[in-house]
């Protein structure tokens, strides 16, 4: 009797190393996994770059429009110009103080350099 015992505990001993086993697979396949490639990181960081970019521009744009205009506005009416890396301008139509204004925001300077309202410069920064 005393040597089913020994070998039950052997099966049980090798049970419990196939589970150990499992895990340690489990979390080999999950480190692996979650590894990205150097154009991932790449792509990620270039599309942080940009929506950092449109934000600030969506902030600091209508405010600059309003402090000119004194009218404020919520919407740019075309579509963005940009590089998607370095710059965006974007374009708004005026309703009763002005009829277009420009926009352009870089992002190495951190804020507007330039600010075009009905054909004016307001705002001119070298780059």
């Known amino acids: 009797m005393s040597e089913e015992t020994e070998e039950k505990m052997s099966d049980a001993t090798k049970l419990m190393w196939a ?3 499992v895990f340690v697979i489990g979390f080999v396949v999950v480190a692996v996994s979650k ?11 270039m599309l942080r ?5 449109q934000q600030m521009a969506n902030q600091k744009c209508p405010a600059a429009i309003l402090k000119e205009t004194g009218e404020e506005v919520f919407f740019p ?3 963005p110009q940009t590089d998607k890396e370095t710059y965006i301008t974007l374009k708004w ?3 009763k103080k002005f009829k277009e204004a ?5 992002g190495s300077l951190g ?13 001119k920064k070298q780059i």
């Open 49 to 53: 770059n940009y929506v950092a970019i």
């Open 93 to 95: 139509k005026g309703e």
């Open 77 to 79: 009416a075309e579509d």
């Open 102 to 106: 420009s926009c352009t925001l870089h």
């Open 111 to 123: 804020g507007i350099s330039e600010l075009v309202i009905d054909g004016k410069t307001l705002i």
């Open 35 to 45: 590894q990205e490639s150097p154009q991932q990181v790449e792509a990620q960081s």
């Open 19 to 21: 589970v150990i086993g």
